[in-house]
């Protein structure tokens, strides 16, 4: 299964709740890489600057990083993939390394949500530097970790200029994918507004239609 959305759109969480709830692994490439940032890896090292300013790290170094992650034994029952593809080059790639790997893609979660409440909901997010939870801050609260108690903060490329880049490229390179995998019927459209419950009742019965 993929999530495409834009940034804020809900894709981590709704992500995570259905690899819990179908018991495979959510997997983010976002998380992978800002994991590999906070471990100074050689990846990391490359990809931080990219991140930062809200650009897209290049595709050869994603690439191979998702092909080691999809290789792993937890991932043979199915995976929820999120942030990933994001641009048609990659969309290729991923079908090929799914043949790789001897995997099929069964449904596309497209959550849709519009620019101006994208923007809000970027703005007022704060993340733990160790966990990497977010947080809607409203009013000021919370401002540590409910998980850890570490102080949260706002991620560079949740700051004005980075969302905006962030969505530009959302538009232009991200969104024609869905029309790509509404050709093979994979697409299922989901109202990415309301209460995070209610995004995954809406989900859950998209799923449900199609299972
Ligand atoms: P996300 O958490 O999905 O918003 O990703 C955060 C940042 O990681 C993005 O702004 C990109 O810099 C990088 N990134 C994540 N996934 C990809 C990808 N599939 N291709 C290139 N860069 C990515």
Redesign the pocket.
Known sequence: MIMIGP?GAG??TQGARLAQRYDIPHI???????MAVRAGSPLGVE?KG??????????V??LDM?RERLSQPDARAGFVL??????PS?AESLGKLLDEVGAGLDVVVSLEVADEILIERLSARRTCPACGRNYTQQGGEPTVCAADGTELDQ?D?DKPD?IAR?LA?FHEQTRPLIAFYERDGLVARVDGTGTIDEVEARITKELEARA
Do not use: H
Request: charged share 35%; hydrophobic share 35%.
């Open positions: 940034q894709k981590g983010a490439t976002g998380d992978l890489l800002r990809a990219y991140m930062d300013r809200g650009e897209l790290v290049p595709d170094l994603v998702l999120d942030g990933y593809p994001r641009n990659q991620r490329d980075a962030r490229i």
